[in-house]
């Protein structure tokens, strides 16, 4: 699975950043309606204008204040997110979420399934390591998780399994702590569930962290995924 030539086949789903425009990189985890905490995330993370915010997608639904985070990153040219699930539903009009605009309507259905810069990929779900990068339908990178077939929370996980470039950022699974291997870093550390909102710098490797003010959803153990760091 190489980068740029299979990234293209994408297209329209597709978004490619100059990176050589941007001092700084962050990828931020999924922030579920939680604006309080990607406030604080983005205060401690200090950015400039030469500081870019790429977030994994979901940016809504089960937390307080979906518009409040879709305006967040729509007014800022400094933050840019792709799909995640939870905006998927509402462009297929299966959910629906009070409080969301016309503005936030077209904001959502504008987001492509993939991000990418210099061997780096953010996607919401993440990639299938059995097959190349072009092969993927775009809405597989919305739901990867489980290489199992129904995708369940049992093992292996496709980001346990790939060894791969581009390196890929991901969301969707629930994760007890921030992953980082030199495949794949996961940054869904289950905010709106009580655990924490993640970041990472891409030029430092340094994960930054903040807790919500509360939790807005209960979630049980075996949907949290304690994962296995590589050696």
Known sequence: MTGDSAL???????????ADRW?????????????????RLVDRIDPDDDTLLVVVGD????????????????????VVSVRGNNEAKIVRGDKEVPGLTGEDR????????????????VVHGGVDPRKSLGDHDPAELLTMRSLTP??????????????????VFFGHTVLAEPYES??????????VYGGELTAYH?????????????TYQERSSDSIVTPRMPN
């Open 8 to 18: 293209a086949e994408l297209r329209d789903s597709h978004h490619r950043i100059e």
């Open 23 to 39: 001092e700084d990189i962050y990828v931020v985890g999924d922030v579920h309606g939680c604006l309080s905490a990607l406030e």
């Open 59 to 78: 940016l809504i639904r089960k937390g307080p204040d979906s518009h409040g985070v879709v305006e967040f990153v729509r007014e800022r040219d400094t």
């Open 106 to 121: 077209a904001y959502i259905e504008s987001l492509p399934h993939a991000i990418s810069w210099d061997g780096n990929l």
């Open 150 to 167: 129904d995708g369940s929370y049992d093992r292996p996980f496709w980001f346990e399994e790939y060894a791969d470039s581009p390196r």
């Open 182 to 191: 030199a495949g794949a870093v996961g940054l869904d550390t289950g905010c």
């Open 202 to 214: 891409v030029g430092s490797g340094e994960f930054l962290t903040v807790e919500p003010e509360e």
